[in-house]
C-alpha cells in the first residue's frame, strides 16, 4: 500500500480510537474548555502527517507456526499435485524466455495464484476430513491467498471515488462562502450605541482588538465571519430590533466569546478535514461535538460575565434560533449554534456554575498529549516469521530476474531526455569535523621533524617544509570556510549543477551552463532553441556548454563552449576521448550495463550497483521498507585497505512491482559475520518514483555521505587508560552522517528522437576549436590547421635545480654563472621596471619615502653579504651600462649585475624561468642550487599565508591598511617584505650548515 495513503488510514483509526476515550470520559469533565481541546486535538491528529510510525504485527508468531504446519501437511499430501504445477512452471518458462522481465513477471504472479488457490483448495478439504470441523475455519490460510488478490485496480478506484469527492467538497464549500460573500456586502455599519457596548465587552474578556460589529436586512443567525478580511460580527437588525439592551449584550458578548476563543480557526481546520475525510463518519460526528462544546464554552462566558443577565441571555437564545427557519450552511462561519440542544443549553444557563478557563495543570497537560499523539499513527505489517513462512524461498525471483528486470524498465524509455539538478548541503556534523581538524592543523607548527617518522626514515628537512606549506593551505582553506557567512551557506541547501541530458543508449547530447555566482542567480533556461543553424550558437548558447557525443560524427566527441562572439579565442573542441572535457559525467539512470561511449558508470549510482557480476549478488528475503513488499539483495566485493576477513558490501531494497528499481542502497564495510565494522560509507535513497510509459523512473534521489566522527573518537580515547591508547590507530573510526546531495529530474520526455543536427552540433564559421587527435587548432571553414604557438618553457618549480642563466654579458666584463655560486645561498633578482625611473627628477613630496627605501634595502644587503650571500641581478636586454652603475650608485652599493641574452620573446633568462618577461621577480637558492623561494611564492593562497602570518608576527594589522597615510603604508609593506624574504634566507643558511 502507498505509505501516504496507509498513514492516513492509520490517522482515521488512531482518530477513532482517541473519540471513542473522549466520549467515554466526557461526563467527568465538567470545564467545556477542555472537552473542546481535547476534540480539536482529535481533529488536527487526522490531518497531521505521522512521524512516528511502529510497526504491529498483524498476525501474532503463534499464528504462523500453524500455517507453517499445515503447509507441510498439505505440501506431504499433494506432492504430485506440486510436481505438475512446477514442470508446467517450467513449460511457461521456456516459452516465455524471449520476453520481457515485467511481462515474465505477470504470468508468473498469474501461475502463483492459481497455485495458492489450488493448495489452498485441497488444504481446505484435508483438514475438514482429518478434523471434522468445516475447512472454512482455517482462516489464517486465507489470508495468504489475499495477499495475492488483484487489489491494484480497486485501490485505484477507491483513490479515484476519494479524491473526486475531496475535489467536490471544496469545491462546494468554495461556492457557499463567496455567495456569503456576496450576499453580505449589503451589511451596514451598526450604530454607535451597539459599537460602544461592542469595545466594552470586548475589554471586559481580554480582547485588544474589536471585530467589526455590523446589521443585515436578511434572515440569517447572528454570526462570527472571519474570511480574507477584518473579522466581522454581522447581526439581523430584525432581530436586533426584538431585543431590548440586556438582551443586545448578551448576545454581543455570545459572538466576542467566539472570537475570544479563535473558534474560527477550528472553523478552517473543519473546512480542510471535510475536504480530505468527507466519507468518514467519525470527522462529522467530530464536527457535531466540537460545535456543541463551542457553544457550550461561550454560554460560560456569557453567564460568567455577565451573572445577573441569565434570564435575558436565555430568551435571546430562543429568539436567535427561532429567527431563521433553517440551519446556517456557511462553512467558515461561527453562529449560535443548532436548535436540537436548545434546551439542555437553557437548563445548564438557567441552573449550572460552569467555568469556562483552564487550570495551570491543563494549559501544561494539553501541550504534552499534543505532542506526543499527533506524530504518532501505528502502521500494520504481517510478522516477520509469517513472511517466511507464507513465501517460500522458491518464489523469490533469482538474481539473473532482478538485474535483468531492473535494465529492461528502463531501456524502455530510451531514447529519453531529461532536465535535471543536483542539490546539495552539508550539516552541523561536516563543520564540527572541519573545526577539528583545524585545531589539529594549528598545532602543527609545534611538530618536531625528528619524531615524524615515514618509511622507517626521519622525514626530510625538504619534506617536512613540503608538508608545513600544505598544513598552511589547508589551514587557510578552512579558515574561510569556517566564517559565519560561509557556514550559513555551507548549512544552505543549494543548486550545484542544472543539466538537459538526451541519450538513446549508444548516442548523447548535454547541455550545462557556466557555473559562476552571478550565473548560478540568472538560471539560465537550457533551451535556448536549436542549433541549426550553427550560428545559433553564438547568438543563444554563449553561456552554455554543450556535448554530443555520436559514431555519426568523426571524431564522436564534439564539444561547444563558446565565451567568444568574436572568435579570437577558442571557442570548442572535438576528439575521440571524453576524459578531454572537464566536468563531463553522467549521472541519470539508464538502465545501462555499461555505457557505449567513453565513460564509466558513476561508483554509488544505481546502474553501477545494478550491473554487477551476477555471482557477487545474493537474494536474502522478502521485506517490508516504508510500506512496500521488497527483496533484500546482498553484493559483496573485496575491500584491501581492511583485513583479508572484511568485506565491502552493498546491500539493496529491490521494489519488484516497480521495476525493480532498489528504494534503498546501502554501502560499507561488513566483517565475517556480515555486520558493519564502522558505520556506513553512503546511502541512496529513491524518495519518488514516476510511472511513464509502461515504466518506473526514479525521478529523486537522495545520495547521503557520512563522515568520521572524530568527536566521538576523541571522547572514547580520552577515557581510554594511556597503554589502551596505543591501540586507537587498529579501532575502526565512528562514522554520521555529512554531505547530502539530491538528484532531482525537472522535466522528462520518454521515448524522445532527438535532431540529427543537434548530435551533429556544427560549429559557426570561422570559430576557433582544437583537435584533441593531432592537438593543432583549426577554424571552421579552413582545412590548414592554425600556425602553433610557441611551445612554453618549462617553469622553475620549487626545490628544482635552477636552470644556468642564459646571459650576454656581465656588467664586469667577467664570465660566471650559478654554478660558480654552489655551496652558497644565492639571491637571483630579475630587474626591469626599475630602468624606467628617473633617479635625477625625484618629486620633493616622494623624497622621504624614497630614502626610507634605500636604507631599507642597504641595511638588508649588508646584513646578509655579511654572511657570504650572493647577490645576483639580471637586468632586460639592451640595458644601457651606465643606468645600471648609475642606478646602484643611487642606491648606495654595487651587486654582480648581468644583462640577459635576447631572444625572440625578450630575455632568455626571464621567458625561461616565468614563461614570460617579468618587471621585478626574486629567486633564493641554497648552496646546494636549488630553487628555496620565487614568485609563485607571492601569488594566490600561499602569498596570502606569508603575508598573514609575518604582518602578525611584525604586529602588524592588514586590516587598518586602508587608514594609513602614504608614507606609513610604505614603510609597513617594505618591513613586511624584508621579513618574508630574511626568513626565507635565514632558513637556507640554516639548511647550509647542517650540511
Known sequence: MNPMLNGMLSNVLFAAILFAVVMLIRRWIRNPAV???????????????????????????????????????????????????????????????????????????????????????????????????????????????????????????????WGTGSVLCFLLAAIRILRFQKRIRQTQPASNDLIEQATSLATRIGLKSV???????????????????????????????????????????????????????????ELLATGVYWWNPLLWCLRREIRITEEACCDAWVIQTLPDLRRAYAEVLVKAIGFVSQAQQISAATGMGSPHFLEG?????????????????????????????????????????????????????????????????????????????????????????????LKAIKQAPNLDRSQIIVDGKVLSEDDFHLMDISFKLKQQQLERELTPEAIRERLREKTVERRFFWTDGSSFHQRW???????????????????????????????????????????????????????????????????????????????????????KLPTYSLDDSMSKNPDQ???VRRSQLNGHSVILVDSFS?????????????????????????????????????????????????????????????VKIKYQEYTPDWLTQQKRAEKMKPEERAKIPELPVPVIEGRCKTWEVLSMKANQPIEPETLALQFPEGTIYENHNDGQKYVTGKT?????????????????????????????????????????????????????????????ESQPQIKMIKQTIEAFYKKYAAKEVVFLELYPPGTSKDKIRAFHQ??????????????????????????????????????????????????????????RNAAEKLSISLETTEKLSEEEAIHQTVRILEYIISEQIDKALAAQKSR
Open 617 to 619: 549478488y545474493q537474494v
Open 784 to 844: 590548414q590547421p592554425l600556425p602553433p604557438n610557441p611551445e612554453p618553457p618549462t617553469l622553475v618549480n620549487y626545490l628544482e635545480q635552477a636552470p644556468p642563466l642564459q646571459v650576454s654579458e656581465w656588467l664586469d666584463g667577467k664570465a660566471r654563472n650559478l654554478k660558480d655560486f654552489r655551496g652558497k645561498v644565492v639571491v637571483l633578482l630579475f630587474l626591469g621596471d626599475v630602468m624606467r625611473f628617473d633617479f635625477e627628477q625625484i618629486p620633493a
Open 638 to 698: 573485496a575491500y584491501p585497505q581492511r583485513s583479508q576477513e572484511s568485506r565491502w558490501r552493498m546491500r539493496a531494497w529491490i521494489d519488484p512491482s516497480r521495476g525493480y528499481l532498489p528504494l534503498r542502497i546501502e554501502w560499507g564495510v561488513v566483517d565475517p559475520s556480515n555486520k558493519l565494522v564502522s558505520g556506513l560509507s553512503h546511502h541512496l535513497e529513491t524518495l519518488e518514483i514516476k510511472q511513464v510509459a509502461g515504466s518506473y523512473y526514479p
Open 211 to 269: 471585530p467589526l460589529i455590523e446589521v443585515i436586512s436578511g434572515n440569517i443567525s447572528p454570526l462570527l465571519w472571519v474570511f480574507c478580511s477584518r473579522a466581522r460580527i454581522i447581526l439581523p437588525a430584525k432581530l436586533l430590533a426584538q431585543l431590548n439592551q440586556s438582551e443586545r449584550e448578551t448576545l454581543l458578548l455570545h459572538e466576542l466569546a467566539h472570537y475570544r476563543r479563535r473558534d474560527h480557526w477550528v472553523r478552517l481546520l
Open 35 to 161: 472537552l473542546h481541546l481535547l476534540l480539536v486535538l482529535i481533529l488536527v491528529k487526522l490531518i497531521t502527517p505521522a512521524y512516528w510510525q511502529p510497526e504491529l504485527e498483524l498476525f501474532p508468531a503463534e499464528a504462523v507456526s500453524t500455517v507453517e504446519a499445515d503447509t507441510k501437511q498439505t505440501n506431504a499430501l499433494h506432492t504430485d499435485s506440486v510436481s505438475q504445477s512446477q514442470a508446467t512452471g517450467r513449460t511457461r518458462l521456456s516459452e516465455t524466455q524471449l520476453q520481457t522481465p515485467l511481462r515474465k513477471q505477470q504470468q508468473n504472479q498469474r501461475e502463483s495464484k492459481v497455485s495458492a488457490q489450488t493448495d489452498e483448495t485441497v488444504l481446505k478439504r484435508s483438514q475438514a476430513e482429518n478434523s471434522g470441523q468445516p475447512a472454512d475455519s482455517h482462516w489464517i490460510s486465507g489470508s495468504v491467498v489475499w495477499n495475492w488478490l488483484p487489489e491494484l485496480s480497486l485501490l485505484h478506484l477507491l483513490l479515484l471515488v
Open 890 to 947: 643611487f642606491r648606495g652599493f654595487d651587486t654582480l649585475a648581468a644583462l640577459d641574452q635576447r631572444s625572440p620573446y625578450g630575455g632568455a633568462t626571464n621567458f625561461q624561468y616565468h614563461g614570460e618577461n617579468l618587471d621585478l621577480a626574486c629567486y633564493l637558492m641554497g648552496s646546494d642550487g636549488r630553487v628555496r623561494f620565487g614568485p609563485y611564492f607571492w601569488s594566490g593562497e600561499l602569498g596570502d599565508i606569508y603575508l
Open 513 to 599: 551552463p557556466y557555473w559562476s555566482d552571478s550565473e548560478r542567480l540568472q538560471n539560465t533556461r537550457l533551451d535556448q532553441g536549436p542549433v541549426w543553424p550553427p550560428e545559433n550558437l553564438n547568438q543563444n548558447y554563449d553561456s552554455i556548454k554543450l556535448i554530443s557525443w555520436s559514431k555519426s560524427n568523426q571524431p564522436p566527441l564534439r564539444h561547444w563552449f563558446g565565451r567568444d562572439k568574436k572568435h579570437l579565442t577558442q571557442q570548442a573542441s572535438i576528439g575521440n576521448h571524453l576524459s578531454e572535457v572537464q566536468s563531463l559525467h553522467t549521472s541519470a539512470p539508464l538502465g545501462l550495463k555499461a555505457y557505449q561511449w567513453d565513460e
Open 345 to 437: 443549553r437553557l437548563k445548564s444557563i438557567m441552573c449550572d456554575s460552569v467555568s469556562n478557563q483552564l487550570t495551570r495543570p491543563i494549559k501544561i497537560l494539553i501541550p504534552v498529549l499534543a505532542l506526543v499523539l499527533l506524530p504518532f499513527a501505528p502502521i500494520a505489517v504481517h510478522s516477520q516469521t509469517e513472511t517466511k513462512v507464507a513465501v517460500a524461498q522458491d518464489e523469490l525471483p533469482t538474481v539473473e530476474e532482478i538485474l535483468n528486470g531492473y535494465h529492461a524498465n528502463l531501456q524502455r524509455l530510451l531514447p529519453i531526455e531529461l532536465t535535471y539538478r543536483v542539490l546539495s548541503q552539508e550539516n552541523r556534523n561536516c563543520i564540527t569535523r572541519d573545526q577539528l581538524e
